[in-house]
């Protein structure tokens, strides 16, 4: 796999493929010594542009157990407060030899504006861009469904929130309905995008309507700074529609999940005996994180890197050589 | 004094269509129009279309105060390649052309300029919107098109203020708008619907530009003064100016050569060089711009010639400036995208805007004796392709690049003085 840019790059055999690869590496992850020399010798970097904490941290311990090198390029203290550029930047973490380079930015298309000035020489990974993207986080998404419930196929998976500015929303759409299962947003029109053209969704501004037919309740973080775009009256009125109460919870199936790519507002989006339910899988998409990125990071830089992502480019004799 | 004659072509202006040679005085007048002249020098027009000069309403020059990107001069010759003959510069450079000391200036440069360079004036001080600047003091100057280009004016009252005063500045000044709201597209950096939502680029909605056009027609039936349109982009902006037109009210509008030739869906590719204001639209909305153009409902063709440094449009999509180039490729995609006959083309870049600006007495006049020689011959089955690292701009910022077009400037004559020969800048 040359980048991972787009879950729309991604088709339903890429999907399953990066899952049973996961499946690997969280067995690995379970092991006294959770590492495997599988990235020895590759070098990556964090090109973080936008703070994170979770996603940063997990694309580390992925690497670590993966036994690359990685270097963390962080804004606050480097060049680009001196007034360099994205593209410079780019073309000095290159020059210093690197295998990868995950990115986060808070401007749409950065992750394919860096590929294309590297004239795709370096491997690049899309840890989000924006409202745009952010693909390891669909793939463990739905990594956590398919462990929890198996197959996605048949299943509705209600988005409730902020889809508007939302780029886990954006990859969650792609890999929910690759993988089968149909979705419906669930939002006030102020938080949907201007347009859902093309996109394979049905919408509901109502959550109570749709929360008794929902396998999945896939929660987005409200962010505060939403109240002065006039986008919802207040916090209040938001929890009071389409917050997830141990009210609404009653209207569930009894086996619907409760996920939340974090970090979570209690009290807002999701009440606090909520987010502790045993239907709440919320910590398993974490710790399915780092599993996740170690599959992407293996398929980026270790033997499927060659190759066209595709279910069968990493035989099973291949990948049981390099984790043990 | 010598004289130069332009054999061989087939003569197209806004009386007709003939083939003639034309000779050009060595007073910068058309000597004689007819067939077999001869003259102290030839330019070979065969196979050519010999048309009044070019003239554009809508040029980024950027001097004073962002030379980098481009110059007065750069962006003449630019103009010059492109079949111009008379160039208006947009008022946002820093600072704004917005009182006589920076008019003076613009115009000083470019008096030595191989096109003939006029300039636009805000309508307001530093195009901020909250204080009327001094039109008379610019218009005494011989500034005749005042706008705020970058931003549109959007406080209503300040707008009716600004038609009413210019209605009574002598010679038939004329008020333009960048028509955009400025709340309800803030925040946007390309069209609002299907890409931008797909994209995760935030959008600003057609409705923003129809808003002001809407609101501009209402204020030109108040004040009963003449409105510009500039750079409209959108169906319904096209419609409203249709029946305003049909109604009576003194409107006239430009389009640009991009909003007829792309749309949103380049932004996928997450270019810079695609950012754009008014931003690339729909296909309908495309569609419906050929329409207005086809059916004069559009008076002219505008470059927007916006020129930024590489560093500039390295930026990432959201934080890149808006702008492409446009004057080195107007007529060509014009000639190449429109189907349309030629002589409605040249109408829409010559003879329409110069009537407009006001300077049809110089250009965009018959090719008939004792008019100025602003002159292109164009060779309209020449193909070509876009490279932007030949252009005459100090920028590079075309959207074009690669793209193969028909229809190319052989000859430019400013008033008698063959400024382009064979394609090439001889000043």
């Not at chain 2, 008076?299 to 020129?307: F, G, K, R, S």
């Not at chain 2, 006049?365 to 020689?373: F, M």
Request: proline fraction near 6%; hydrophobic fraction near 40%; glycine fraction near 10%.
């Amino acid at each position: 796999m040359k980048h991972l840019l787009s879950m729309a790059d991604l088709d339903r055999a890429d999907i399953e493929q990066l899952h049973r690869l996961t499946d690997s590496f969280a067995e690995v992850s379970k092991r006294s010594i959770p590492k495997v020399p599988a990235l020895r010798g590759k070098n990556v970097v964090w090109l973080f542009y936008e703070d994170s904490t979770r996603t940063r941290l997990s694309f580390e311990q992925a690497a670590k157990r993966l036994s690359a090198d990685t270097m963390t390029f962080s804004v606050g203290s480097s060049s680009v407060k001196k007034g360099e550029s994205l593209r410079d930047t780019v073309l000095t973490i290159e020059a210093m030899g690197v295998d990868a380079i995950v990115v986060r930015h808070g401007s749409a298309g950065v992750p394919w504006q860096i590929a294309r000035w590297l004239d795709d020489r370096v491997h690049v990974g899309n840890a989000g861009d924006g409202w745009h993207e952010h693909p390891t986080q669909a793939l463990l998404d739905s990594y956590t469904i398919r462990e929890e419930r198996g197959a996605l196929d048949g299943m509705h998976i209600g988005i409730v929130g902020d889809v508007k500015h939302s780029r886990v929303a954006r990859s969650d759409v792609l890999a929910y309905t690759a993988l089968g299962a149909e979705v419906t947003l669930v939002a006030p029109p102020t938080l949907l995008p201007p347009s859902l053209e093309g996109w394979p969704v049905k919408v509901s501004h109502h959550l109570d309507d749709v929360l008794p037919s929902l396998d999945v309740v896939g929660l987005l973080r409200m962010q505060q700074e939403r109240m002065t775009e006039h986008l919802v009256p207040s916090l209040r009125e938001y929890t009071a529609r389409y917050g997830l109460t141990l009210r609404r919870v009653d209207a569930m199936r009894h086996d619907a999940l409760v996920m939340h790519p974090g970090p979570m507002n209690r009290g807002v989006e999701i009440s606090a005996e909520v987010a502790d339910l045993p239907r709440s899988v919320i910590i398993d998409q974490v710790r399915n994180g780092v599993a996740t990125r170690m599959a992407v990071l293996f398929l980026l830089l270790g033997q499927g890197a060659d190759k066209v992502l595709g279910p069968d480019d990493v035989t099973e004799p291949e990948l049981q050589e390099v984790i043990g | 004094m010598p004289t130069t004659v332009i054999k061989g072509g087939r003569v197209i202006d806004s009386t007709g269509d003939r083939v003639a040679d034309v000779v050009v005085g060595g007073d910068g007048r058309i000597a004689a129009v007819g067939p077999d002249l001869s003259g102290d020098s030839v330019l070979d027009a065969g196979g050519c279309v010999v048309s009044p000069g070019l003239v554009d309403l809508h040029s980024h020059l950027r001097q004073p105060g962002q030379e980098e990107a481009e110059t007065i001069e750069t962006g003449a010759r630019a103009a010059a390649l492109g079949g111009y003959t008379c160039i208006l510069a947009m008022p946002n450079t820093i600072p704004a052309i917005d009182h006589a000391g920076i008019v003076r200036e613009v115009l000083e440069l470019g008096r030595t300029a191989p096109c003939d360079v006029h300039t636009s004036g805000a309508i307001t001080v530093g195009r901020k919107g909250d204080q009327l600047a001094p039109l008379g003091e610019m218009a005494a100057l011989g500034v005749r098109f005042f706008t705020d280009d970058g931003a549109g004016v959007a406080d209503a009252r300040l707008m009716r203020r600004a038609m009413e005063y210019a209605s009574g500045l002598p010679n038939g000044v004329i008020l333009a708008q960048h028509c955009e709201d400025p709340v309800l597209a803030s925040g946007g950096h390309m069209h609002e619907g299907e890409w931008s939502a797909r994209l995760g680029i935030p959008g600003q909605p057609a409705e923003a530009e129809e808003l002001m056009v809407m609101r501009d027609l209402a204020l030109a039936r108040l004040t009963g003064t003449r409105v510009h349109f500039q750079h409209l982009s959108t169906a319904r902006s096209i419609e409203m100016v249709r029946l305003a037109k049909a109604t009576g009210l003194p409107v006239t509008c430009e389009v640009t050569t991009h909003h007829f030739t792309l749309t949103h869906a380049e932004c996928a590719s997450y270019d810079p060089v695609f950012k754009v204001n008014p931003p690339l639209r729909t296909d309908a909305d495309v569609a419906a711009v050929r329409a207005g153009l086809a059916d004069g409902s559009i008076d002219c063709i505008a470059t927007d010639h916006a020129p930024h440094t590489q560093e500039a449009k390295e930026a990432a999509f959201d934080q890149a400036p808006p702008g492409m180039l446009g004057l080195e490729t107007a007529l060509a995609l014009a000639l190449t995208e429109l189907d349309l006959p030629i002589a409605q083309v040249l109408a829409r870049l010559s003879w329409q805007p110069a009537r407009i600006l006001g300077v049809d007495d110089e250009h965009g006049l018959p090719v008939a004796p004792g008019h100025a020689a602003n002159l292109v011959v164009i060779d309209p089955t020449a193909t070509w392709t876009v490279d932007p690292a030949t252009f005459a701009s100090r920028s590079r910022n075309s959207p074009y690049a690669g793209r193969a077009l028909t229809g190319r400037v052989r000859h430019t004559l400013l008033h008698g003085e063959p400024v382009v020969i064979d394609g090439e800048a001889q000043r």
